[in-house]
Structures are given as structure tokens and as C-alpha cells.
């Protein structure tokens, strides 16, 4: 099992958000009501600023656990009726240290930045976060607690600005009401909030406005509490959003032959968002814009069974993706590739918790699982698509709900209905979930309709030091998810795992954790053993930003009528040793199954990283992956992926970004017979240029191509293609 990244920075999770003071015991800040303009440009010079709330963030909760803050960090809070503003002061004895290179919006979470986590409805189920880099770069999210899940794909539109002076740096946000939920009314409302500031050093250091025990699982449970608001204005709740598309490519087959060509595609799209009620939201596109402005992330398919899963990155899709998100993943919108329409509704009332999409798709793409393996399919013809979710809350931390999904075409239809519930209590959590389907799919899998049901069942115990979980989830052979991604069926599998912490004091390490699980699965139509594995790992925190981890996994696996008995270590390390540079290294050697040769080899792999800025404007990544199988002599194959990101922020609005990726293979053909080719490659790029004045309003200019080659065959050019967008977003 490969560890995510632990420097992310959706990884203010990592750093223990949660407090530990009684929500009784909290006192509640006034937020006055101010007059006059703002201009938000990090230079507190306007005149209502003498008048706003003060705050302080006195504690710091990663490394340490509730000390007293290193620096100190103050915050002004103010409400103009129609926007909350807020201004931070970062006080900093050494300013050359700070990380603020020029970055595009949502990628500055490895710098210095401040902000805050805002519940509107002070329901502890559901927050905004708001965050400004030491440079001015916006980043915004949304956190849902019941899933412990932060989504940065939400874009709201607001102002801010930022300056580095002599003794830290200055942030003012103004945040329209506008882009917020909430309750509107006359009198005063009470919203909770909790503000952050981050600051990269030899740790991730974090200080927060709330203490923090780690004992406590809720987040949103203890933030301190702001008092106000009456009469905010929450505008007319409208925003119109119409997009231009132009697109040109050529491509061919064969080196040597002409470049073909459908011609110029210009597309106009139009998306429309409107709230009837602060709570809720009513969205229209027509013919929508789902360019894809950048390229996917290089991934290995050489020695696989399972279908590869690419995030999604349309804008349609990505705003409120979080209210149908699950334990299971049964929404996945890529199956969704080149709809006429689409419609959306949210929305909060109460303790409930409501979602609706709909999309009419001229192409029907469907992931076929089986219980070895899995892979995409296309089915001839359109089809018509739905979701449709709802959550009831029982507190901050449990919930029951449900979703339906819908996909329906000529001679096809995918039904599938799902209810689930999360109990929370102190350190325990019971999560449970029920599904059934219901297919047709007479051209790609079966002469005749289906049905399959599907649960999981979990119980995990977790405090400061360790956790405990056992669980079983089952899936029948005739289960399908369409809209989802669910790329196994015909199992049943059960996990039993555990861990436990220790916080070094005053150490090189400032946390160590050995983890690990055993699980077992058999398949379910023929009652047999698929897998028993045993796997555990040891990792630590430390200084330098840096995560260590070392592990292993034994296993006895089965595979096309044979038993094979897999074990392997692995190491995975990343560290920031220099101001804004990041290194990571992942290693992986033992015994893996050959699944096209049904044979047991020797595998090596190599995942390396670098991630940098240089110049205050240029930002560098690289990624480089390496994995070789040996058995009987020779080398079943040698993989290699170079994926190289490479950009200069002109200013916070305009960028220049190429992006390349390199792949290559080579194979033994004695180690696979039929195989003609011993070597492939490709190449892939694409330049992109980006003027951002808002996350809506947006103009990108782009070119890519791509080529392929082999032993056979010299590496030729098979498609190019220019591209250009424009966007605009009016909210009256």
C-alpha cells in the first residue's frame, strides 16, 4: 500500500483541527457592523478597521499539542452588511524565511499563508474555508465532518491581498455574502469559526484561535463562536456564467500519412447558478464547457487488472461534488463525457441535506468490474443520467441517508439505490451501508437484466494514541455501480486493523505510528479464497517537514487457477531541506504476480518527486516513475514515466504553464509470447497560457500534441491541437 503525500495541503487535517473546550465555555466575538469602502490589498489603512473585532491565535496544534504559538497573529473581524472582512497580522522575526513565491490560485498550501474555517449555520456538519498566501494567493474549500473530507474543487468569488513588510506580512479578505450559505435574517445569527495561520519551517508549524485535544474526533464541534450579522445581505443569489470554446486538431495513424482533421469546433456554453434561499442553490448549464485545461497525471498500466481512476476536473461537475460523496464511491462524473445539458440542486434546511444532477450524455461510458479485474466500455448510443441524495443529521458527527442513481440508454439502463448511516460517540464510530442494483447491459455483459446487492459494515475506536477497526464489506456478482467507481464485484472481505502513536518531546520526531491490518476475501460464486494479506508500517514526523515510512505485506493471492504467495517491503520519505523545495522517494521490492503471463516475478519500483519554486515566480515538478519485473532470466518488462510541470506566474493573474510527459517500455518477448513489439514509447505535451481574474472569469490559449513509436516504428507525431476558452462571470 503506497502512502499518500503527507505534505499536501488539503493536510490541515494532518495538523488536528479539532479543539478540545467545551462549546458552553466558549466566549462569543461581536462582530460590529462597519461602513466605508475597502480596497482589499493588504494595507490596513481604511477607517473601520479601528472599529473591528479582535482576535488572537495563541495556540499552536501541529507539531505541538496546544503550546503557546511561536509568533503571534492577530485578527480583525468586521461586517459591512453585505461582506465579511477580515484582516490578519503575521508577525515574523526572521521575514527572509517566509514562502511566498507568486503561485496560480489553490496551489500555495506548502507556503506561508493564513485564514480561516467558517460554519455558517453552526451545525458542526459543514464548513468553508477561506486562506491567503503571505504573496496573495486565494485558496478556498469546503470541509464536510462527517466524512472528514476537504474538497478544494469549490471556487467562490471574493477579494483579498497581501504585503510582506519588515516584521511579517498583512492579509485583508473581504468575502460577499454572496458566496456564503447561511441564515438569513433580522436579528442576530451566531456562525463559528476558527482561524489559521500556517508556517512552513522546520515543522508545519499550525496555530489556531481553539486549543486542540487529540482525543477529540469532531472538528467543527468547539470553534469559537462570532455573534452578529442581522440583516446581512445575501444579494440576489444569481450568477450567470457563459463560456466560449474554440478547439482545432489534426491526427493521423501512420507515420508518413497526411494529418486529418474534423475542422474548427466553436462551442458556446452557458451556466446558470441561483439561490432562491441563502440555503439553497439551483444550477442550469447548457451545452457545458467540460474542456479539460490540464493534463492528467502519468500513471502506470503495464501490470494491472484493475481499470486506472483520473480525478475529475470539469467545473460543472467539481462545484458541490461533496454532497455526493459516500464509504463507497457510486458517483464518478468521468462516466459523464460529453453531455448536452446538465441541472443541479443543493441545498440545507435544518438538520437536512439534500442533492440532485442530471446530464443527458451523448456517449455512454460504463466500468465493467469483475472480481479479478475490471475495464472501461463504451455502449453505442446516448444516455440520460441522474443522482439524487439525502443526509439527515442526527448531530455534528453522525448522519442516515440515501442516494439514487440513474442511467438509462436504448437496450440499457443502471438503477442503483444505496442507504447508509454514520453513528458517532466519543471515540467510537459505527459506519454502515446498504446497496442494490439493477442492470441491463445486453451488448457488453449479459443477455439478460441483473441484480446485486452490496454493504459494508465498519466499527473503528480511535483516540490520541490508537485505534482500533474491523470490518466486512461484500459485493454479489451481479452488482453494478455506473455512476460510480466500483471496479470489483463477486467478494467479500474482511479487515481487521489497528495502531498507536507516540509525541516525542523536544526530538527530531515530533510523532511515531506503526499501523497495520490483516485481511482476508473470498469470492462469493464460487466459494473460494481470493487473498489473505498481512501487511504493517512504521512511519514518523519529523523535522524538515519530512515523513518517513517502512513497511511490508505478505500475501497468498490467486490468479487464473493458481496460488501465488506474494511479500515485498517498501520505503516511502519526503522532506523540505531548502526554503520551498520539496523531495519525496518511494521504493518497493519483492514478489509480484505477472498477470499476463500468469507467472510469479521479481519486482523493483521507483517513485521519485521533486517539487520547487525558483526566481519567486517559477514553480518546478517532476515525477518519475520506474518499475522493472523479472522472472526466469529475463526482464518481463522495464517501465519509465517523466511527468514534468513547469510554469512562471507572471503575476496572480496570468500564467504560463508546459506540461511533458515521457513514457517508455521495454519487453522481453521471450517472456511474453505474442507480444511483436520489445519497445514502446510516447510523449505528450502541452503549453498553456492563463489570465485568471476570478475563478469564473477566465481566458486560457493552449497547444498539445502527441506521439507514439515502438521498435518497429519511429516515434511520429499522431495529433495536435490548438485551444482557447473564455469565460466571464456576472454576479448582480
Known sequence: MKPLPRTLALGLLASGLSTALSAQTLPATAVPRVYGPMQADGVLDEPFWQQAAVSELPFEINPGESTPAGVRTTVLIADSGKSLRIAFKAMDPDVSKIVAPLRDRDSAYSDDFVGLRLDSFDTQQRAY?????????????????????????????????????GDGYTVEMEIPYASLKFKHGTVDQQWSVQFLRIR????????????????????????????????????????????????????????????????????????????????????????????????????????????????????????????????????????????????????????????????????????????????????????????????????????????????????????????????????????????????????????????????????????????????????DPGFRADMGFVGQVDYERWVVGGSYRWYPQDSFFSQIRVNGDWDITHQISVERLMEREIEAYLSAKGRMQSYL??????????????????????????????????????????????????????????????????????????????????????TVYHARLLDTRLSWQFNLRQRLRLAVQTGRTDFDTLLNPGMSDSELSDIGTQLVYSYKIDPRTVFYAGYSDSYVGSDSVDSFQTGRSLFLKLAYAWQP
Not at 457488453?444 to 446487492?453: H, L, R, V
Not at 506474494?566 to 514478489?591: C, M
Request: net charge negative.
Open 549 to 634: 515510512e517502512l513497511g511490508g505485506l505478505t500475501r497468498r493471492r490467486f490468479w487464473n487457477g493458481t496460488y501465488y504467495d506474494e511479500n515485498y517491503v517498501s520505503f516511502y520519505g519526503e522532506a523540505t531541506p531548502h526554503k520551498a523545495w520539496q523531495y519525496s522517494l518511494y521504493l518497493r521490492g519483492g514478489d509480484q504476480i505477472d498477470f499476463r503471463n500468469d507467472a510469479l516475478g521479481r519486482i523493483f519500483a521507483l517513485e521519485a518527486g521533486v517539487t520547487g519554486t525558483f526566481a519567486e515566480r517559477g514553480s518546478l515538478k517532476l515525477g518519475y516513475i520506474d518499475e522493472a519485473l523479472r522472472r526466469d532470466g529475463g
Open 129 to 165: 474555508q477561506f486562506f491567503v498566501s503571505a504573496r496573495g494567493v486565494q485558496m478556498d474549500l469546503t470541509y464536510d465532518e462527517s466524512n472528514k473530507d476537504e474538497d478544494d474543487s469549490w471556487d467562490a468569488i471574493w477579494d483579498s491581498g497581501a504585503v510582506i513588510g
Open 200 to 475: 512552513p519551517r522546520e515543522h508545519r508549524y499550525t496555530y489556531s484561535s481553539n486549543a486542540d485535544d487529540r482525543n477529540e474526533k469532531c472538528d467543527l464541534c468547539q470553534q469559537n463562536k462570532l455573534t452578529g450579522f442581522a440583516h446581512a445581505d445575501p444579494g440576489r443569489g444569481l450568477l450567470l456564467n457563459p463560456t466560449l470554446t474554440a478547439g482545432y486538431g489534426q491526427f493521423r495513424d501512420q507515420p508518413g500519412q497526411p494529418f486529418a482533421s474534423n475542422g474548427t469546433d466553436v462551442d458556446f456554453g452557458l451556466d446558470l447558478s441561483w439561490a432562491p434561499s441563502p440555503s439553497n442553490n439551483l444550477s442550469l448549464t447548457y451545452n457545458p464547457d467540460f474542456s479539460q485545461i490540464e493534463i492528467d497525471g502519468a500513471q502506470l498500466a503495464v501490470n494491472t487488472s484493475f481499470a486506472l481512476f483520473y480525478p475529475e476536473k470539469r467545473p460543472f461537475f467539481l462545484e458541490s461534488a461533496d454532497f455526493f460523496n459516500g464509504p463507497t464511491q457510486l458517483v464518478y462524473t468521468r462516466n459523464i463525457a460529453d453531455p448536452d445539458y446538465g441541472v443541479r440542486a443543493t441545498g440545507r434546511q435544518g438538520d437536512h441535506t439534500y442533492g440532485l444532477f442530471g446530464a443527458d450524455d451523448v456517449i455512454t461510458n460504463v466500468l465493467r468490474p469483475g472480481p479479478y479485474g475490471s475495464r472501461f466500455g463504451t455502449i453505442a448510443g446516448g444516455s440520460t443520467d441522474w443522482v439524487g441524495t439525502y443526509r439527515y443529521s442526527l448531530d455534528s458527527t453522525s448522519s442516515v441517508g440515501g442516494l439514487v442513481t440513474q442511467r438509462s440508454g436504448d437496450g440499457y439502463h443502471n438503477t442503483l439505490v444505496d442507504l447508509d448511516g454514520r453513528w458517532q460517540h466519543g471515540a467510537h464510530t459505527v459506519l454502515a451501508q446498504l446497496m442494490h442494483s439493477d442492470t441491463e447491459d445486453a451488448l457488453g455483459y449479459s443477455a439478460t437484466p441483473f441484480t446485486g446487492n452490496a454493504f459494508l459494515l465498519n466499527y473503528e475506536y480511535q483516540d490520541r494514541q490508537k485505534s482500533f477497526n474491523i470490518g466486512k464489506r461484500r459485493h
